[in-house]
């Protein structure tokens, strides 16, 4: 595998906010705590030193009962030491894995922790992948697209989605064009969806020191019910977030998170809806549950697990429950962090590095050919089809397709009868004017006839140029957003690790992964 990089900027992929953040513009400096360097790190660990020995001790716990059924489980006692930290991740449970970018925002979690361990010895990091177990968005996570073709599990599932039964996965898992034996194991040999993918994350990164993390857990929510119960009755984080995104957008960014007015969900088993107040009393959407400001503290302080922070408080409730240095995240994702730096500064709770994740096209041996049988090269991957189909024409044509020259002729001759007209009667102006923009329209509707006419010359590689596109972007959509990494790992064993040994975590460029040797 080689690697070529582009700018970010002409992918015309990723909001203006996270271009501004990357180049550190001074007016997003509020929004952050450090830009994500190793050196930077150092004040990081400075701020989180002061984490929690009993929190460490119910995580050390929590994980140790999670990983209970996992072959060669790491040794979880190092996250006791006040020197050990975490570097994370978070997705939903989406099925095999979901898209590509997924595998990427894993790797990047990986190797920021390896290249902190190597800038500072003395410390132990651990990368986290935070397994979205509340979520209850079923549809998001259903489908994944290998080959081609789109795998779905069927049904309707309400509730949170890693209290999911994965058997169900087993018709999937007949579908597909082989065996998969670690996603066999994963979801046929265990209860829930949360236990199912700590099984194959463990098989394809446990050996990187991955730790999967599942935090719809009681000892942990209990260090978090402080935030609960402050929000349930104070209702805090909707209007620090509100403030935040007016000033932002002040700035001209467009937010992407909205608050509530309370942020958190109420959740049971094939439940998780959200909690109003509504004049005085607590009531849980589309259920019959209603309670009285006492009664639903006393519900949060028997069983802190049946509330379920939302967007909004979830990265909250992450950092108050490890000893996290830096979250490793999607454009999307590093713009709504931004957003919830207030709600961070008021529960005085550090705010992690916010480190976008890698982002990258990977290339076959096979595509790679015809690209360059095509001339194109990287960077006109990202270039508007319609003018890259316009581009390549005009490259291999023997003709001079554009009518500029001509156009411009005409505008010399125009402008001399506009002086001659005008001359005898400045009423003829417009006349002449309007005459010219009939000619101009008709040149123009000429010169798109001759260009269809040589397009007709060009129809195989145009045909070729339009299928390596719809490779690399089917339905339009980036390949990374599309495609499962079974599409890549089923032809070559060794594609996870060739992402380890080309993915730089903290070079902030567009990645193409070239298979094979680009001569």
């Not at 006040?82 to 449970?93: A, D, M, R, S």
């Not at 049971?268 to 006492?294: M, P, Q, S, W």
């Amino acid at each position: 595998m080689t690697l070529h990089s582009v700018d970010l900027r002409i992918t015309d992929q990723f909001p203006a906010f996270l271009l501004d953040y990357l180049d550190q513009k001074p007016e997003l400096k509020d929004f952050y705590s450090v830009f994500p360097t190793v050196s930077n790190a150092k004040e990081v660990i400075e701020r989180k030193k002061q984490f929690s020995p009993a929190v460490r001790q119910t995580l050390v716990e929590a994980l140790t009962r999670q990983y209970s059924g996992i072959d060669n489980a790491p040794d979880f006692s190092v996250l006791l030491n006040e020197n050990t930290f975490t570097v994370t991740t978070g997705h939903q449970l989406s099925i095999f894995t979901g898209p590509l970018f997924v595998i990427y925002k894993l790797v990047t979690t990986i190797k920021l922790a390896r290249q902190l361990q190597e800038a500072y010895p003395d410390c132990t990091f651990v990368p986290v992948y935070w397994m979205a177990t509340e979520d209850h968005d079923f549809e998001e996570i259903a489908s994944f697209r290998l080959f081609g073709k789109k795998y779905t599990w069927a049904g309707e599932h309400p509730g949170a989605v890693g209290r999911l039964n994965p058997k169900e996965l087993e018709t999937v898992l007949n579908q597909l064009p082989e065996r998969v034996p670690f996603f066999e194991k994963a979801y046929l040999q265990h209860s829930t969806l949360a236990d199912a993918v700590r099984c194959y994350m463990h098989a394809l990164f446990g050996k990187e020191g991955l730790v999967c993390l599942d935090a719809d857990d009681a000892g942990l929510k209990q260090h978090f019910l402080p935030v609960i119960t402050d929000e349930l009755v104070n209702q805090v984080s909707g209007a620090r977030v509100a403030d935040t995104s007016s000033q932002l957008e002040a700035l001209g960014y467009h937010t992407p998170v909205t608050a509530r007015e309370i942020n958190l969900f109420y959740l049971e088993d094939d439940l998780r809806e959200r909690i109003v107040c509504e004049e005085g009393t607590y009531r849980v959407l589309k259920t019959n549950l209603a309670f009285t400001r006492d009664e639903i503290l006393q519900e949060a302080g028997s069983h802190p697990e049946r509330f379920s922070p939302n967007v909004v408080l979830r990265p909250l409730y992450q950092e108050v429950i490890l000893p996290n240095l830096a979250y490793v995240g999607g454009p999307s994702e590093i713009p709504y962090w931004m957003q919830l730096k207030g709600v961070f500064d008021h529960y005085q709770t550090p705010f992690p590095m916010l480190v976008p994740r890698n982002f990258a096209l990977y290339v076959t041996t096979p595509s790679c050919k015809r690209m360059k049988k095509l001339g194109l090269t990287y960077e006109e991957l990202f270039v508007d089809r319609v003018a890259l189909r316009k581009s390549y024409v005009e490259r291999h044509s023997e003709h001079t397709l554009s009518l500029n020259a001509e156009k411009a002729a005409f505008d010399e001759v125009l402008e001399r009868i506009v002086a001659k007209a005008v001359a005898v009667d400045k009423t003829m102006e417009g006349a002449v004017l309007a005459e010219r923009a009939r000619l101009f329209k008709s040149l123009e509707h000429l010169e798109k006839r001759i260009r269809k006419a040589e397009e007709r010359k060009h129809e195989t590689e145009l045909n070729q140029l339009q299928n390596l596109l719809d490779t690399f972007f089917p339905n339009g959509t980036p390949q990374e957003r599309t495609d499962n990494f079974l599409n890549f790992f089923l032809n070559n064993r060794n594609f996870l690790k060739e992402l380890f040994d080309m993915l730089d975590p903290l070079d902030f460029k567009f990645n193409i992964l070239v298979e094979g040797a680009d001569e």
